[in-house]
């Protein structure tokens, strides 16, 4: 409930007012709290006007979760009472947030449980992910959970570098190895020593160095480029990957005997696409942190702009919509998120569904026998724009 002076300024706010608007300090504008400056503003008109008015507003609250909300305005003595009631749920059954892995999808919980449980021990781990799932996200998690907390966190990307400085990088150099070598390098093998080391996408190593890392875990030593020396490391190996090692092994581009090796736990990170709920909980969460620091601050997101937002798929997942709310906070202007504001591949209006669509969808219905999520999931898009596609082929 709020309590509005002749100047429509806050002057009583509950305590639910203010779980449910994020930011209701007294004094402050009713209407600009409320509305921000959009265009629709019948809650704001109607205050102006000092009549009576019942509508609904789309904040973000404090949680970070754009919420829609109910608005009775009443005129009374010297002012206006306001009593707001959420029309969903103003927190999500249960929220996780995991050292910056946030998630209040069921699926992604129980996996978060497993991160936890796995932590615990010294088993290696395998997230397998699409590219900005999060896999290093996990990987972090998994050694602030662990008895290595303490110890060194080491990562690499093994696409990044070619097979030389690779090897370099995973187990050292002595001086003088090679042309460029003026120095001795431990490597990160022996800088994670006693705490982890993280692998991202192992998949990419070359054959002849997965022989070698097989090697170093057996054996738990090293021997550095240019050395014959075997140093001894103490390190736990968390790694990731795109793509299906098994494939990989059956395609004979990576060892089978390795892959056992890395994944004694695999952990399979979901697409956004596929985490109910998750789109919203993490552009509201963002956007809360973006108003910290951004010159622009938003308070609200317009019907449009969540329409395309909930209609694109997010093949870039997490990171992808991250750059998608840093492009909005640079490009647009005001305190209302618009689908303007969005990057343009986003807000793309399709073209006309076609025949070949029609006969699409419908396969893919009947192959996940009527479950629309997997449907889905077959056609590689969200379950929202699944349903916008039905809807405009009038599919059954």
Not at 225 to 230: A, D, F, H, K, Y
Not at 252 to 258: Q, T
Not at 384 to 390: D, E
């Amino acid at each position: 409930m709020l309590v509005l002076d002749r100047d429509l300024r806050i002057v009583e706010v509950t305590p639910s007012a203010e779980r449910l608007l994020g930011s209701a300090p007294r004094g402050s504008s009713a209407p600009k709290v409320l509305c921000g400056d959009g265009p629709d503003r019948p809650i704001a008109e109607a205050l102006i006007e000092r009549r009576a008015v019942h509508a609904t507003i789309s904040p973000v609250s404090a949680s970070g979760l754009p919420l829609a909300v109910d608005v009775r305005a009443s005129p009374i003595e010297g002012g206006f009472l306001l009593e707001l009631s959420s029309l969903l749920r103003s927190e999500p059954d249960r929220e996780v947030n995991l050292f910056g892995f946030v998630t209040q999808d069921a699926k992604t919980i129980g996996l978060l449980d497993l991160v936890r449980r796995v932590a615990a021990s010294e088993v290696t781990v395998l997230v397998r992910g699409e590219t900005g799932t999060g896999k290093e996200l996990i990987a972090r998690a998994i050694h602030r959970l662990s008895p290595r907390k303490n110890g060194p966190f080491q990562a690499l990307n093994c696409a990044a570098l070619s097979p030389m400085l690779l090897e370099s990088e995973l187990f050292g150099h002595v001086r003088g190895a090679f042309t460029g070598a003026h120095r001795d390098h431990l490597g990160h093998f022996r800088l994670a020593d006693r705490g982890t080391l993280f692998l991202d996408e192992v998949g990419e190593l070359p054959l002849e160095l997965q022989a070698k890392l097989l090697r170093a875990l057996e054996t738990r030593m090293v021997m550095p480029v240019g050395s014959t020396e075997l140093i001894p490391v103490d390190v736990r190996i968390v790694s990731a990957t795109h793509r299906s090692l098994r494939a990989s092994v059956e395609s004979g581009s990576f060892r089978e005997d390795l892959m056992y090796r890395l994944r004694v736990v695999p952990l399979f990170l979901p697409p956004l696409r596929e985490r109910v709920g998750d789109v919203r909980l993490l552009v509201g969460q963002m956007i809360a942190r973006r108003n910290e620091t951004f010159a622009r601050k938003i308070h609200r997101i317009s019907e449009d702009a969540w329409s395309a937002i909930e209609s694109y798929a997010w093949p870039g997942n997490v990171r992808e919509l991250e750059n998608a709310v840093d492009y909005a906070f640079v490009v647009g202007d005001g305190p209302v998120l618009a689908a303007a504001d969005l990057p343009p591949e986003i807000v793309e209006t399709p073209s006309s569904p076609s025949h070949d669509d029609r006969a699409a969808i419908e396969a893919a219905i009947e192959k996940a026998h009527g479950h629309l999520g997997q449907a889905a999931k077959l056609l590689g898009v969200s379950r929202v724009t699944l349903w916008r596609r039905m809807k405009a082929l009038n599919a059954k």
